[in-house]
């Protein structure tokens, strides 16, 4: 049982944390094969089906010998598909109907829009004219918009249909996730056509949904016809009278170069299309999401099932993880943990580096050039004001998916701390020992050494600090765009549902992020000019309460 | 053998400056003003804040470099070196001292010998805290916050003195000091400038100190020189309206200190 337990805590360090481990697997292996330099990439979005289906492709791929890089719950739907564009990542898995409505931005007639081939065949035409992406023949099943509400709000106010909603929906609060709200397939779309005006509208995310609703906190949420949380929760969904939903066939969306790069991937992928239907796809997903089995192992065991990989090996008994306590489960995945801790260490450490090679020269200079010093670092200021996630989507038609982009935005939060912290601790270093110090003869680059430099440490320390903590923070969201890290159960927890899993990353993140707070505020003091030290070491009490976390 | 040294007469170093003129934006800081202070002299330059007193100092050792008009230390126009062997050269005292706070008392003193390369720089500065009445074995090792502000003053004029400069340049030095103090530092000052022999630009605003300190007093108001003399002149026969007010005031402080 111990082993199982280990067994399973390192295939679930592979799923997740594919980016690192799997890759350099993949790298050896693909340098034997003519003219492919680099794994196929396969990325999902970040929610349970989406990993299921990403992590079906994945070893569908590799029981063909394909090298494989797994980037699982990359990002919503333009993070997803801008990365697909980019060449970035090579293939995950989308929807019919997304990619009509919110990727084209086009609608069919009304006799066409319930015809999934006729939907499918538009994507595909335009797709490819207009990005030169893929769209694989689907994979068999539907996974639509499911709007659902529990059965004791379907009898009290007597729902069964979407127009029934619309007419009680001024009674009811709707939890919706963000990209319903957004998409112009969503919310805006529903209350045009069924005049829907909920009476307050909360965004909540994917994680939480179902639990909020079972909880009564909301009255109706946007769900997936496939969900397994659907019938977990023993919910209703209500029907579609009016046919505003397109079709929502998935199938796998292929970059322009796959098919160029590794020959025959396509063709892998491709045997998978048509052998999933809704009531499997159902069953899958409520075995990852209700009973919280291994993705790898569904995955796998449908395969086999279908005939695709050989048979499974050995079977995780379920359910064991569930039972076992929180403490137990932190300490099974340690070796996993600790490598996240130690890249998300990597990549702070480094983002960190670079910031202070560039903002500490920056905050000097400016101090020589003090007309610019407001417009540059209010400038990097407003860096900080762009959501993190937002920055990173922003990052990947520039660079792709992975750890440079992830340190560059890292790098950008950094700043703007340390280049003020730097330009007003100098600006302010004692005007009066400056002055007598230019007046009796020193050099600039004396009076920058000898005098404000050590006057300024404290202040230049206290701007890294900051940055330091921002950026242990910012750091956990690289995981959307696969840069690892203790994002990574993060967002996989986020996307399975899985509360204990998202603790896993966030506890040790917090920790992280208090016990660099503590170190540097010791090096802080370590860096006090030589006059200050004594005092500082005995220390007023407020001190004391500043760094007790760390202690 | 330092001891020795110091005690040297200096180089000649007059200073002089000939029709200098400067302005701050649109305020005339100084307009067309000349003036000498010979060899081993000590002149104060008295007026009130925006006569242009500190202005005309700090030009010596190019803190400002006036806009027209020569100035000159030793015969020499101070353009004609560069300005840090300039400044190095020349002793500076301040209204706020200017410590470095992070160095202790005998590391700021030995700042110019330092910056110098004089080979003896510690026994330089420990010799100049001496000559202000700072034994370096008792004050040399604590920083400036755990002296006195009378103590700080006095270390920055041993600072200034360190390096045995020809000339020394003090900026309200004794302003921030309480009377007590104040009387205490200035006479310090005289003994040792007389016997170093150091030519000396004061500036302050009191009368009674100018008189005191200098051998020359020098008047400024709105960036000219009202009048030039010793106290003596100018209270015998003060050639202006403004030096008559000038003097009439700081007598009557005096006097009601007296009554």
């Not at chain 1, 970059?255 to 159902?282: C, F, H």
């Not at chain 1, 480094?350 to 905050?363: E, R």
């Not at chain 1, 899985?498 to 540097?520: F, K, N, Q, W, Y």
Request: overall charge positive; charged content about 20%.
């Amino acid at each position: 049982m111990r082993v199982d337990l280990r067994l399973k805590a390192c295939v679930l360090a592979l799923v997740i944390g594919g980016t690192s481990v799997t890759s350099a697997h993949a790298q050896a292996d693909a340098g034997g094969k003519p003219g492919n330099n680099r794994p196929i990439v396969v990325a999902s979005k970040p929610f349970g089906e989406s990993y299921l289906l990403c992590e079906m492709f994945s070893q569908l791929l590799e029981a063909r010998g394909f090298a494989v890089e797994r980037r699982p719950g990359l990002g919503a739907t333009e993070i997803a598909f801008g990365a697909l564009r980019t060449n970035a990542i090579d293939v995950y898995p989308e929807y019919t109907g997304t990619g009509l409505i919110a990727i084209l931005h086009d609608s069919l007639s009304d006799s066409l829009a319930a015809d999934p081939r006729a939907v499918f065949s538009r994507v595909s035409r335009q797709f490819a004219q207009l990005y030169h992406v893929r769209w694989l023949p689907p994979l068999g099943f539907q996974n639509t918009y499911a709007i659902a509400v529990t059965r004791k709000t379907a009898a009290q106010y007597r729902l069964r249909t979407l127009t029934d909603l619309a007419r009680e929906s001024s009674h009811l609060t709707a939890g919706f996730t963000a990209d319903f709200i957004g998409r112009s397939d969503g919310l805006v779309a529903l209350s045009r056509v069924y005049g829907i005006r909920p009476r307050d509208v909360r965004p909540l995310a994917p994680a939480v949904k179902y639990q909020a609703l079972a909880s009564g906190a909301v009255d109706v949420i946007d769900g997936y016809s496939t969900d397994g949380l659907l019938s977990k929760y023993n919910l209703i969904t209500l029907v579609d009278d009016r046919h505003f939903f397109p079709p929502y066939e998935a199938a796998a969306l292929v970059s322009a170069e796959l098919d160029r790069r590794v020959p025959g991937a396509v063709a892998a992928l491709t045997l998978l299309s048509g052998r999933l239907d809704e009531q499997t796809m159902r069953a899958l997903n409520r075995r990852v999401e209700v009973d919280g089995e291994d993705v790898r192992v569904v995955a796998r065991d449908e395969l086999a099932a279908l005939g695709l990989v050989g048979n499974a090996q050995t079977t995780v008994t379920t359910g064991e993880v569930s039972r076992s306590g929180f403490a137990r489960y932190m300490w099974d995945r340690r070796a996993y943990l600790a490598a996240l801790t130690v890249r998300h260490l990597l990549l702070v450490g480094l983002a960190l580096l670079a910031a202070v090679i560039v903002a500490l020269p920056l905050g000097l200079a400016l101090e020589r050039a003090r007309h610019l010093a407001e417009p540059v670092i209010g400038g990097l200021g407003v860096l900080q004001t762009i959501p993190s996630i937002a920055l990173l989507a922003f990052m990947i038609p520039l660079l792709g998916v992975g750890v440079v982009p992830a340190l560059v935005a890292l790098w950008l939060y950094a700043l703007y701390p340390i280049a003020r912290g730097t330009y007003t601790g100098v600006r302010d270093a004692d005007p009066d020992a400056v002055s007598a110090a230019e007046a009796l003869g020193t050099t600039p680059v004396q009076r920058l050494i000898w005098v404000r430099l050590p006057l300024a440490a404290p202040v230049i320390m206290a701007g890294i600090r900051t940055a330091a903590v921002i950026t242990v923070g910012a750091a956990t969201l690289a995981a959307f765009i696969g840069a690892g890290g203790l994002g990574e159960p993060i967002v996989a927890g986020l996307a399975l549902a899985d509360t204990r899993m998202i603790l896993s990353g966030a506890l040790p993140a917090a920790v992280l992020a208090l016990a660099v707070d503590g170190i540097l505020g010791l090096v802080e003091r370590l860096v006090a000019p030589a006059h200050r030290r004594r005092a500082i070491w005995r220390s007023s009490p407020s001190d004391e309460l500043r760094v007790a976390p760390a202690v | 053998m330092s001891h020795a040294a110091i005690s040297l007469k200096r180089m000649p170093t007059s200073l002089a400056a000939r029709n200098v003129s400067h302005h701050f934006g649109s305020v005339t800081a100084l307009d067309d003003v000349s003036i000498d202070v010979p060899d081993g002299r000590a002149v104060a330059l008295v007026g009130e804040s925006g006569s242009g007193k500190t202005t005309l100092l700090r030009c010596f050792n190019r803190l400002i470099e006036p806009e027209r008009g020569e100035v000159s230390i030793g015969g020499k126009n101070v353009r004609a070196q560069p300005m840090v062997l300039l400044r190095r050269g020349i002793g500076y005292v301040q209204q706020h001292g200017g410590l470095l706070p992070h160095w202790r008392v005998l590391r700021n003193v030995a700042l110019v010998p330092t910056l110098r390369e004089m080979s003896d720089a510690t026994d330089a500065a420990r010799h100049a805290l001496e000559l202000v009445g700072l034994p370096a074995a008792q004050f040399g090792e604590r920083f400036p916050h755990e002296l006195s502000g009378g103590q700080r003053q006095r270390v920055a004029l041993a600072r200034s003195i360190a390096a045995r400069p020809g000339v020394v340049l003090l900026d309200e030095p004794f302003g921030a000091l309480d009377a007590i103090s104040r009387a205490d530092l200035q006479e310090t000052f005289d003994k040792l400038r007389r016997e170093l022999s150091v030519t000396t630009l004061l500036v302050t605003h009191d009368l009674a100190e100018a008189g005191r300190l200098a051998d020359e007093v020098v008047v400024m108001r709105l960036g000219r020189v009202e009048q030039r003399g010793t106290m003596k002149t100018l209270i015998s026969a003060p050639a202006t309206e403004y030096v008559a007010r000038l003097i009439e005031k700081a007598r009557a402080g005096l006097e009601a200190l007296h009554a």
